[in-house]
């Protein structure tokens, strides 16, 4: 990420159509146009969400409404040209801006993702945004940027296998791309790699900001052409299937979910593994948050704490929470802290913190041994209404589950994205096992090339 404050980023030139005066004007408008295609009619907490969100965006460095620009442009281009996106990745599922851009295919007000955890605007930094595309079709992506911004103003990134201190291969950094605003060997010296003909910055990923230039994130992933072509070998079904598409169906259907709880996940995407496979017999999920919760536990660190997010769940165990005022808080997931953004929204409501606030101090806290910790704690036991012994306690509990809670702007993208593969599997077992057949053959293809 680049810090505003420290160094300007040099971002191509996106080209604003006549009428708008500025970057942020035009987001503005594709924002509110784009939101209403999508949703239609706003209920008064998402047009207050996306007013707020917009105002801060507003309130950045000019930098920040350009960066979403140029990544909504090359995502919708994609979306236009029948390329499969993804619903999300990463903290860029917490905003109702992407949403509305078409960056995202998540809601975040329906998880309870915080658009401070995207973009903090106490903080002068770009945002992030990985998007994940066609796996066959990322190619076209970034050849759709070199026609937009000119060949020797897209590059690569690239990547170096050290040993015993010395370099000993040199390859590019497997997503990342660069976009300058002047040719490349105007701000880093580049390297000619033979299977290539785009540039490649000599600078890894982690220095390239330091000189100005900015990293978008374009992934490809299997699982998204798995989906494009079940769906066009349903479709081919004729009838009432002609029309058939991913993005329609319900998130309750009773058939898929029997899957899960059978444990019948070869080939839905990240349930495939053993171990998880038995969890969801144990757990015998009903719900789309019991895939979320589930895909976020299965982690090192976190994984201990399955068998007791099951035995509440079956009510095998009495639900506890750390104190009875969290409960809004953590009850989708029986009282288990888990997520970040649970812990930026117990700063939030128990401290006063602004949600701002909130990320900055659950950031800090990370650092145990270079921060402060007791100021950190003095300060919280401050600001809540409870008595010091108890707010000591849940400060303490709050900097242990930081070590390793997960982002939930994450993994509500993938459970989404999983739940859409076990679908498939459940209702077009045959076009499914096709598709995943058609995958792995041009996977072994790309691999003999």
Sequence with gaps: MIDLNTRKPELPDFEIPNGFSSSMEYLRHLAAEGIKNRIGELTDTLQKRLAYELDSISKMDEDVSNYLLIVADYTNWARKNNIPVGPGRGTSASSLVCYALGITDIIPTDFGLIFERFINPEKQVLPDIDVDFSNEKRELVIKY???????????????????????????????????????????????????????????????????????????????????????????????????????????????????????????????????????????????????????????????????????????????????????????DIYGIIVYQEQIMQILHELASYSFAQADSLRRELMKTDTVDIESKKSDFCSRTKLDREEAGRLFDILLNSNRYAFLKSHVVPYAKLAYQTAYLKAHFPDEFKSALALSEEIFMSELAS
């Design 145 to 331: 940027l070199i026609e937009k911004y000119g060949k020797n103003r897209v590059g690569l990134i690239a990547s170096y296998s050290i040993k015993e201190g010395k370099v000993r291969s040199v390859s590019n950094h497997a997503c990342g791309i660069i976009i300058s605003k002047a040719d490349l060997s105007d701000y880093v010296p580049v390297l000619r790699l033979e299977y290539t003909d785009l540039p490649v910055s000599q600078y890894d990923y982690s220095e390239i900001a330091n000189y100005g230039l900015v990293k978008f994130d374009i992934l490809g992933l299997k699982t998204l052409d798995i989906i494009k072509n079940a769906e066009e070998l349903i479709r081919k079904k004729g009838g009432q299937f002609t029309e058939f598409t991913i993005n329609t169906i319900p998130l309750d259907d009773k058939k898929t979910f029997e899957l899960f709880c059978r444990g019948d996940t070869e080939g839905v995407f990240q349930f495939e593994f053993e171990g998880i496979k038995d969890e969801l017999q144990q757990l015998q999920p009903n719900c789309f948050m019991d895939l979320v919760n589930l895909n976020a536990l299965y982690r090192l660190g976190l994984m201990d704490k399955i068998p007791l997010y099951i035995d509440r769940k079956k009510g095998k165990q009495a639900i506890e929470y750390p104190h009875p005022c969290l409960e809004n808080i953590l009850k």
